[in-house]
């Protein structure tokens, strides 16, 4: 007789039958919050890695972490110290490591640290006061180093940006290198350090607008002398300046309409590779590299095809790029040695990792993990691309997740509540690596659209640029096609849409439930909703972003009144729910506050939570928890669900059951 197969007792258990949003879920919200650090940037120094890592349990503290080749990593630095820069208030940049020692910014001063492997104290190396650094390159031979600085001390209405260089010891005043454009990054010093190269950009162009390279030679006195513009302009953007190893600079630009990889040599930039695909990342932070060197001839390089990433082997020569087999769609902070390539990577079922990959045979080892919860992949929700037609003939994109969980499943005659999920940015890009909040509601029985609407990088400049003055409504457009879409193919309820936000995607949440009738219910994550108080009232990193955005101002301030919702509450009719930081920069209380108050004026269904101590971002555990519990319950009493746990009620103005 046939011997019978092994079938696992798993698959024999017939699924428990209850309406979707309702499903018990082994994803808890203290899972998504203390189980989760976010990994910042990364820094390599003979073939030792120091990374900063943001710990919820921690308050949102920033630890900065070392680990050599054979060793484990482990801690540096204790607690008051948080390492985060707050140049162009989102930071990014805040350590450098060279040789034995690393640098470092601190978040409650600002100032700079030196620490050096044989103490455990950190030394400033950067005077008391309110100036900001960022994005560090250590002058070996002159013994300082070369950073960002930004300025808010001075009289002026904005803070001034420049490069500076700093003795390593502290003894002597620092030293202004460039100064007079309005903002700088990546400095960069060729191998023999005779030679630099920077990017710097001016009001009102963001850096994936517009940037300009720029190349100096070094003085015997350390000043630069025959300054020489490379390549960008207002209609270029550059990317990562790096030189190779026999003192060629290398650099991303868009030139072509894709952000593709160049040499410059003997006087002419060279194409290395033209491809419908993208080397560069939108500089919303610093330190961010997509490639590095494995020797003269070639680069290890990170690239985005479809919001796909991908890491290869280029021949500078031959133009050839050789993808390198790994299992991730998402690859970050690619620094790379002779021997190793050091990444952030994560895919559907793997949240982001460090990994260090052996080039010679290709192995991998995993450094650190955003979060090591073990979770049933049978209950992880698999995302699948989208892309649907939207207006003016043009196509949007996106990932899909359908309500997943193996132990429940629906009546076969209900259609599961669609949660829209609109990002940051709004140049941000959704990708599909494992993201415990959007599994938090698949595995509760949601199903989710995370849309990459125009706008968003990874798909070339024209589909970014179709943004350009039409914020707050192509945007919408897409997120609206998008459900809709989803609806004519039988994947949602057409009477349950959600849509959330953070930042610019609660803007695009706001405009959709003011301006559109899609949606039944959304959420607010510190969301825009007067673009005139933005705009009088942001940082000078997003000063005039609006002016791309919107149109310039104030000759067009009548449009900048039509698009913002707290203009328009008569005709918005939706339930919505805020959620704000009272610390945040960028987007302050008031844009919240005002919503709320005039539709609680008005009699409409509304909440509101605030956080102390949080910025534009949410880091405290305690804060993670908060919000998503708050917004499942939110959603369950606007849509009639049964929650799966008990959750702190929220306090629901004007709603009646």
Not at 66 to 90: D, K, Q
Not at 336 to 341: D, L, P
Request: hydrophobic share 35%.
């Amino acid at each position: 007789m046939p011997r019978k197969k092994n079938v696992p007792t798993e698959t024999l258990t017939k699924k428990k039958i209850k309406p979707y949003g309702s499903w018990p879920s082994p994803i808890s919200s203290e899972m998504v919050s203390a189980g989760q650090v976010r990994l910042g940037e990364m820094s390599l120094s003979d073939e030792t890695l120091y990374w900063v890592e943001s710990r919820p349990k921690e308050e949102g503290r920033s630890v900065l972490i070392r680990c050599a080749l054979n060793g484990n990593p482990n801690e540096l630095i204790s607690s008051p110290f948080n390492v985060r820069s707050r140049v162009h208030e989102y930071g990014g940049g805040s350590i450098l490591a060279a040789e034995d020692t690393v640098y470092f910014s601190n978040l409650s001063d600002q100032r700079l640290y030196r620490l050096e492997s044989a103490t455990t104290t950190p030394l400033p190396i950067s005077a008391p006061g309110n100036i900001r650094y960022a994005d560090g390159t250590l002058d070996k031979r002159r013994r300082r180093l070369i950073t960002v600085a930004e300025n808010h001390e001075l009289s002026s209405s904005e803070p001034i940006g420049s490069l500076i260089a700093f003795d390593i010891d502290g003894t002597h005043q620092p030293q202004t290198l460039v100064s007079g454009s309005d903002f700088y990054s990546s400095p960069s010093l060729s191998p023999d350090g005779n030679q630099i190269a920077w990017l710097s950009w001016n009001h009102p162009s963001m850096p994936w607008d517009g940037t300009e390279l720029w190349m100096a030679q070094v003085a015997s006195d350390g000043s630069l002398t025959h300054t020489e513009h490379i390549a960008g302009g207002q209609e270029e953007s550059i990317f990562q300046p790096s030189w190779a190893p026999d003192g060629r600079l290398h650099f991303v630009s868009d030139r072509t309409g894709w952000w593709n990889l160049y040499a410059h040599q003997s006087g002419t930039n060279k194409p290395l590779i033209a491809i419908e695909a993208e080397f560069g990342r939108p500089q919303w932070v610093f330190g961010n590299p997509t490639y590095g060197f494995e020797n003269a001839e070639h680069l290890i390089c990170s690239y985005v095809k479809s919001g796909i990433w991908y890491l290869g082997r280029l021949n500078s020569s031959t133009g050839t790029l050789e993808k390198i087999p790994l299992p991730y769609t998402e690859i970050r902070h690619v620094h790379v040695s002779r021997s190793y390539v050091y990444f952030q990577g994560g895919s559907p079922s793997e949240s982001m990792a460090i990994v260090r990959l052996d080039l010679s045979d290709g192995s991998r080892k995993i450094l650190a993990r955003t979060n090591t919860t073990h979770i049933d992949k049978n209950h992880l929700s698999i995302p699948r691309q989208l892309t649907f037609p939207t207006t003016h003939n043009r196509k949007a994109h996106g990932f899909f997740y359908p309500p997943t969980n193996h132990k429940f499943s629906a009546p076969s005659d209900e259609l599961p509540p669609l949660i829209v999920v609109s990002h940051g940015g709004p140049t941000g890009a959704s990708t599909t690596t494992l993201n415990l909040d959007f599994q938090f509601w698949t595995s509760r029985g949601f199903a989710l659209l995370d849309v990459n609407y125009r706008g968003s990088t990874g798909y070339g400049r024209r589909y970014r640029e179709d943004l350009k003055r039409q914020w707050g409504l192509v945007d919408v457009d897409d997120c609206e096609f998008g459900a809709n879409y989803l609806v004519e193919q039988g994947a949602a309820d057409s009477k349950r849409l959600a849509i959330r936000g953070a930042s610019a995607g609660g803007y695009t949440a706001l405009m959709a439930l003011t301006f559109r009738d899609t949606f039944t219910v959304g959420a607010s994550h510190y969301g825009v909703s007067d673009l005139e108080a933005l705009l009088q009232k942001t940082h000078k990193f997003e000063s005039r972003y609006l002016e791309h955005l919107i149109g310039s101002y104030p000759d067009e301030r009548k449009t900048y009144f039509q698009r913002s919702p707290v203009y328009a509450v008569d005709q918005l009719a939706r339930p919505i729910i805020f959620f704000q930081g009272l610390d945040d920069p960028v987007v302050p209380p008031d844009q919240a506050r005002c919503m709320v108050e005039i539709l609680q004026k008005k009699g409409l269904t509304v909440a509101s939570l605030e956080f102390s101590g949080e910025q534009h971002g949410f880091r405290k555990a305690t804060t993670i928890r908060h919000v998503i519990e708050a917004e499942l319950y939110f959603y369950a009493c606007i849509l009639g669900l049964t929650i799966d746990r008990k959750v702190e009620p929220v306090e629901i103005k004007n709603f009646k059951n």
